[in-house]
């Protein structure tokens, strides 16, 4: 069973920082693109971040680029993202989402989803 465990969250002024931490467990991390995904109050699931198995090639979403960082530690079976310049329109929860050898922008290619993490951008 592939378990999904966020953290990191919290409440942040704008200009603050925060790093997000996502641990996978039940299978070998490794074998795993890595994404991110933010949900804000009645909007939809959005893409945020991604990497590859190896680190090697990493995705972003325009809104994030230059300020967040997806990074992973194979050895600790975690996916980072290290988010900085918070805006208070980064508020959402904050999913990591794990696909099978690949990584994409889109929901679907995900297979396991964690439960999310709350992140509050205050102004």
């Known amino acids: 069973q592939v378990q999904l465990v966020e953290s990191g969250g919290g409440l942040v002024q704008a200009g603050g920082s925060l790093r997000l931490s996502c641990a996978l467990s039940?299978?070998?991390?490794?074998?795993?693109?890595m994404g991110w995904f933010r949900q804000a109050p009645g909007k939809e699931r959005e893409f945020v971040a991604a990497?590859?198995?190896?680190?090697?090639?990493?995705l972003y979403a325009d809104f994030v680029k230059g300020r967040f960082t997806i990074s992973r530690d194979n050895a600790k079976n975690t996916v980072y993202l290290q988010m900085s310049s918070l805006k208070p329109e980064d508020t959402a929860v904050y999913y990591c989402?794990?696909?099978?050898?690949?990584?994409?922008?889109?929901?679907?290619?995900?297979?396991?989803w964690g439960q999310g993490t709350q992140v509050t951008v205050s102004s």
């Open positions: 989402a794990a696909a099978v050898l690949q990584i994409g922008v889109i929901k679907e290619f995900y297979k396991y």
């Open positions: 039940g299978r070998t991390f490794s074998n795993y693109g």
């Open positions: 990497i590859s198995t190896t680190g090697g090639r990493t």
